[in-house]
């Protein structure tokens, strides 16, 4: 699975959007960016994911560039409680090793209120 | 709907002990992946199981095992505990053959090895 580079940490106003950038040069063709967020001691959790077509949920917005070397993550209007650890991965699905997460470092998001 | 679960929250064990860790994977989801998490650090693949068999591991030693029950909820035991053990020990499910599907994960059990 391809690596990840996060920026160590971040801050944002509350109420504006947060705008997290992951890059991932080295993806390939059949392997997806997956964004996971973590608040302090507890369990990951699924934010969004995609291969190559920005996606929307009610969570956030994942913005990947025509070339899918990186991505950008967008929290819309940032709250208190979006204040966490947010992991970028890429990983290959359909196939029979796909198995594992690879966790970096992740981005750590501070909302100042 | 009950997402992924388990048991225990806490635990505190000495070292040379053994400890045994459960989950029960989200309704629907039939493969259960665990992962070690140390302070300050991202989580770390162990193993992950499907079909009651374990399909993929990662850098661990023998002295982590695991089991899957027909119910697909799953066991991490770790014999020998050293303090290294300490950690948040996380469990996800997934669907799909192999755990292709998007994984979600647990509250965690927060080991502690004295």
């Known amino acids: 699975d391809a690596k990840t580079t996060q920026p160590t940490s971040m801050d944002c106003a509350e109420g504006r959007a947060a705008n997290l950038p992951c890059n991932h040069s080295t993806i390939s063709g059949n392997e997806y960016v997956y964004w996971y967020r973590q608040i302090h001691s507890q369990g990951p959790q699924y934010i969004i994911h995609g291969l190559k077509n920005n996606e929307t949920n009610e969570m956030a917005s994942l913005i990947i560039t025509e070339d899918r070397k990186s991505s950008t993550l967008i929290l819309p209007h940032a709250t208190l409680r979006d204040t966490a650890v947010y992991y970028c991965i890429v990983r290959r699905v359909a196939s029979s090793n796909t198995g594992k997460l690879i966790f970096g470092q992740g981005t750590t998001l501070q909302v100042k209120p | 709907d009950a997402g992924v679960t388990q048991s225990p929250t806490h635990l505190i064990k000495t070292r040379g002990q053994q400890v045994t860790l459960r989950c029960s994977p989200k309704?629907?989801?039939?493969?259960v992946s665990w992962y070690q998490q140390a302070l300050g650090q991202g989580p770390q693949f162990i193993f992950q199981?499907?079909?009651?068999?374990?399909?993929q591991r990662g850098n661990f030693p023998d002295r982590f095992s695991g089991h899957q029950f027909p119910n697909y909820s799953s066991e991490l035991n770790v014999n020998a505990l050293l303090l290294g053990d300490s950690a948040l020990y996380l469990c996800?499910?997934?669907?799909?053959?192999?755990?292709?599907?998007?994984?979600?994960f647990g509250p965690g059990t927060r080991l502690t090895v004295l």
């Open positions: 309704s629907g989801h039939d493969t």
């Open positions: 199981y499907y079909e009651e068999e374990e399909r």
């Open positions: 996800a499910s997934s669907s799909g053959q192999g755990g292709t599907d998007t994984q979600y």
